[in-house]
């Protein structure tokens, strides 16, 4: 049974910095690249990165520069490291892989004030 559990959700300021942890099991979660999605209030879900099996990291044009995504093979876990972060980025991140099926992760809240 595939499960993705993410932890390190919280509220911050703007211009702090906050990361997210996502924990795979159930699933060879190392071969496979790892999304990071946000869904913002009153908005669709948005792709936001993607950390590949080699460590190489994607990002989307909004976080561009302030988030980074990284990987421990050890640990079966991604991470998305979230630097200066704006009021805008509020929202509920997901991680996501797929293997033959899509699976997510139960969601990490983040709430930046101003």
């Known amino acids: 049974q595939v499960q993705l559990v993410e932890s390190g959700g919280g509220l911050v300021q703007a211009g702090g910095s906050l990361r997210l942890s996502c924990v795979g099991s159930g699933i060879h979660f190392n071969i496979k690249p790892i999304d990071w999605y946000r869904q913002r209030p009153g908005n669709e879900r948005e792709w936001v990165a993607t950390v590949n099996p080699n460590y190489s990291g994607r990002y989307s044009e909004a976080v561009e520069g302030r988030f980074t995504v990284d990987r421990e093979i050890r640990r079966n876990t991604a991470y998305l490291e979230m630097n200066g972060l704006k009021v805008e980025d509020t929202a509920t991140y997901y991680c996501?892989?797929?293997?033959?099926?899509?699976?997510w992760g139960q969601g990490a809240q983040v709430i930046v004030s101003s």
């Open positions: 996501h892989v797929w293997d033959f099926g899509d699976y």
